[in-house]
């Protein structure tokens, strides 16, 4: 059965409170494809957006106490392993994530044992690896 993310979602959630990072959701962008005829409902089904699932800031760092942070989450599936492939990002996310400032952008992992890591975007990873992450 494929996944549809809210469990890594809900992981990143609690990783993110207990670093005091001050995270909101994004929701999906969505595609308009026709109307039911009842105003305010519609059919659309979900696009490849770029943007992040989650932008907020970190209460901690600098001297001004917060940091932007953008932070897109993935499940590591059952034939991925220990090892997640940065292609598991749409092209697009990856476009949206390098061209924010340095420092910035992350990538949030839910392994398959539970464990939550958050690792520094990168434009030319290769993958996330279990046990670098933070």
Not at 19 to 36: A, Y
Not at 57 to 83: C, H, I, M, Q
Not at 103 to 122: C, H, I, N, Q
Request: glycine content about 12%.
């Amino acid at each position: 059965m494929r996944s549809n993310g809210r469990t890594g979602e809900q992981a990143f959630e609690f990783w993110a409170k207990q670093r005091k990072w001050r995270m909101f959701k994004v929701p999906p962008d969505v595609r308009i494809c026709g109307s039911t005829k009842r105003p305010g409902v519609f059919l659309a089904v979900f696009s490849d957006g770029g943007m992040a699932d989650f932008l907020g800031y970190s209460e901690l760092d600098d001297l001004s106490g917060a940091s932007f942070r953008a932070v897109e989450v993935k499940e590591a599936t059952p034939t991925e392993g220990d090892n997640v492939s940065h292609s598991r990002l749409s092209l697009a996310q990856r476009k949206f994530m390098a061209a924010l400032p340095q420092g910035t952008a992350y990538v949030g992992v839910l392994w398959r044992d539970g464990k939550m890591e958050v690792f520094p975007f990168s434009g030319d990873r290769g993958s996330y690896r279990k046990g670098e992450g933070t």
